[in-house]
């Protein structure tokens, strides 16, 4: 694991001192001053390429010197923008920063005065250890990352803040805290955004009902596709109405062709035609880019076309991006992506009105509405886990424009078992943790083996990737003789089985969003080749062609507190919950490219999530170190 340690300087000290709140450095610590030559020295440092351990090193001779000394180096270079480079750049090098009363504390001093290089490891171990007096004179205890957050929230108002935080750090909690002290107490603005409307359910459970509607006016909750239409709209009701409309649109090959005009040159029919202009498109609105080119086909797609084939495919994606953008036909269909990067190619701006704009699981954020936040200028609170982005991808924002405060990385859920677990999915992460995930060393949690092919003995909730996940899980259970019910919010499982007989049976092109674009079973088969729990899907289709795939279905208080069955549930759909009991399906650990860099991350970031929402028992399949090795493997062949 990378080294991660405390540099003795708070962000609040230094702020005030810059902005000339505080005249004179004599009124520093020693260990203060020390902090500050070092900061100042580290730009310089960084250029010789020295590890995050001789940094500590450095650091430890530095405040050796005298008071005087470090005082006297400091007022003859009186660099103030090399120190703010070096605050820059700390986090780069695994450096945080300690708040005003651990500086004052001495307790990362050995008795003689020299420098403890175990303090960030003890530092680290505790979890929760400050009591803070709330505005409303109630107790809030808040862990070390909490704490630090929160005071540089307070130093860096008109700043733009990104905190990578891992599962089960407090995330949601502390962001109800800068949600409170903002729009409660100061009466200020906020906006808070999120993929899906179901994530501000905590936030609101925490404000309650009572305090939300008095300072509703205040308090914006916007999912990222909804905030685009408030922006592009611009209090345009018929313009608002017709982007709602085409979110509700279903999707039409053959509609699609006649709107745009698409020749089929290759003949390939209007499905293939459609299928791969929306597929080229996609990939276009989920990067920065401002045009459509050959780069948007997938390298897979692009191998098998000739020069003329993979022009003829953008020119294809150009005329059906152009016309959906046209609003001429209000019967086509449009996407929450589509109208996300029509908001970032408009060059707009979020109006200041919004307020400070708070982002709470920022790896679910679109890269693209992420750079339309920055670009704002607006004060930014994002908090977001690397490791929960399953498109393999890191935070979307960018370190240039962000101050990035300290890791959260001591789980408050998490018993010290858990770290065991997790610890070695994090080292094969093709991104490099810098700190180990941590553990409350005041929770328990049990992680127990299961049978391979078989479910845990007790109830549990069981994430899968995908629906052939959760339906090859409710099969195990008929198979087996136990009762598997399922975790359906969008209430979409039963149109899925339904898609399914009708393409496997009939050839009828599907509806649901995971199937529509396959014109044959045999295509989806294909595709699918790798997943077992396809496999277990197929075979029992095919086996039983007259006989119902039946299910329970669970609410979610049913799913958060204690379900009486074995639950199955899609992971995407509880990546926020807080689990008493979940057990790892096999399946989770399959990949579907060998070999493949973004496809390892997106695996290891499904089974982080996923163990991580267990509170009191994880069980893992027996399999589970085996399969581990076999991710380790992948690891070290990854060629993409």
């Known amino acids: 694991m990378d080294h991660t340690w405390f540099l003795p300087l708070s962000i609040q000290t230094w ?20 902090a500050a030559v070092f900061l100042k020295n580290l730009p310089k440092l960084a250029q010789q390429g020295r590890s995050r351990w001789d940094l500590e090193r450095v650091f430890a001779k530095t405040i050796q010197f005298s008071h005087q000394e470090l005082l006297e180096h400091l007022e003859a270079s009186r660099g103030l923008n090399t120190i703010g480079q070096g605050i820059i750049l700390a986090a780069q090098y695994g450096i945080q920063f300690m708040e005003r009363q651990e500086i004052e504390s001495r307790a990362y001093l050995h008795p003689d005065r020299s420098w403890n290089l175990s303090y960030g490891q003890q530092r680290r171990e505790r979890s929760t250890s400050h009591q803070v007096v709330r505005h409303d004179g109630l107790l809030r205890e808040l862990s070390d990352g909490q704490r630090r957050l929160m005071d540089a929230e307070m130093a860096m108002p008109d700043e733009a803040i990104g905190c990578p935080s891992n599962a089960g750090t407090g995330k949601t909690t502390v962001l109800y805290e800068m949600v409170e002290r903002i729009a409660v107490q100061k009466l200020l603005p906020v906006t808070v955004l999120a993929d899906q409307s179901q994530k501000h359910r905590p936030l609101l459970q925490k ?62 029919g209007p499905d293939q035609l459609a299928a791969q202009s929306w597929e080229i498109i996609r990939r276009y609105c989920n990067t920065l880019d401002a045009v459509i080119s050959e780069r948007h086909i997938s390298q897979a797609k692009r191998l098998h076309m000739t020069r003329i084939e993979a022009a003829s495919a953008v020119s294809s994606a150009i005329q059906v991006w152009n016309t959906l953008i046209s609003f001429a036909h209000p019967d086509l269909p449009m996407r929450g992506f589509h109208i996300i990067k029509l908001l970032e190619l408009s060059k707009m701006t979020v109006p200041e009105y919004y307020g400070t704009i708070m982002i709470d699981e920022l790896h679910d954020a679109p890269p693209v509405m992420v750079e339309v936040l920055q670009r704002s200028g607006l004060p930014l609170r994002m908090l977001g886990d690397r490791y929960q982005n399953f498109r393999g991808l890191d935070l979307p924002f960018s370190k240039a424009n962000t101050i990035l405060t300290c890791n959260m990385n001591v789980s408050l859920r998490a018993g010290p078992q858990v770290p065991d677990y997790v610890n070695p999915l994090l080292d094969i992460h093709p991104l490099r943790a810098t700190s180990p995930y941590s553990a409350n060393s005041h929770k328990a949690t049990e992680f127990h083996e299961y049978p391979l092919n078989g479910l845990p003995d007790e109830p549990t909730v069981m994430p899968t990737l995908d629906e052939w996940g959760v339906l090859a899980l409710v099969i195990r259970g008929r198979q087996q003789g136990r009762m598997v019910d399922v975790f359906d919010p969008s209430d979409s499982l039963g149109a899925f089985i339904s898609d399914c007989k009708g393409l496997l049976y ?44 039946s299910y329970g279905t669970v609410s979610e208080h ?17 990546k926020s919950f807080e689990l008493p009991a979940v057990a790892i399906p096999e399946t989770l650990y399959c990949l579907a490219r060998e070999g493949s860099r973004q496809e390892l991350a997106r695996t290891i970031s499904m089974l982080y999530t996923a163990v991580t929402r267990g509170a009191q028992r994880v069980h893992v ?20």
């Not at 509703?216 to 409309?245: C, D, G, P, V, W």
């Not at 997943?531 to 029992?540: G, R, T």
């Not at 399949?621 to 993409?640: F, G, Q, T, V, Y």
Request: with cysteine; net charge positive.
């Open 207 to 268: 404000l309650g009902a009572q305090k939300y509607q008095t300072h509703k006016n205040r308090i914006h909750l916007r999912t990222y596709i909804h905030f685009a239409i408030e922006l592009l709209s611009r209090s345009n009701q018929e313009l608002s109405q017709n982007f709602k409309y085409a979110l509700q649109s279903p999707y039409s090959a053959k509609l699609l062709c006649e709107r745009a005009q698409l020749a089929d040159t290759a003949r390939v």
């Open 15 to 34: 702020t005030e001192m810059a902005s000339g709140e505080e005249d004179s450095l004599s009124n520093w610590s020693q260990p203060e001053i020390a």
């Open 621 to 640: 399949p027996n399999s589970h170190r085996e399969r581990l090795a076999c991710l380790d493997k992948s690891a070290s062949l990854r060629i993409s």
């Open 558 to 574: 049913q799913l958060i507190s204690r379900p009486s069955h074995t639950v199955a549930v899609k992971l995407h759909d509880i």
């Open 506 to 549: 009939h050839g009828q092109r599907a509806a649901h969003g995971a199937l529509r674009r396959y014109d044959s079973w045999d295509t989806l088969a294909q595709a699918q080749a790798w997943n077992p729990a396809f496999e277990s899907v197929e075979k029992w289709l095919k086996n039983r062609k007259n006989l119902e795939l």
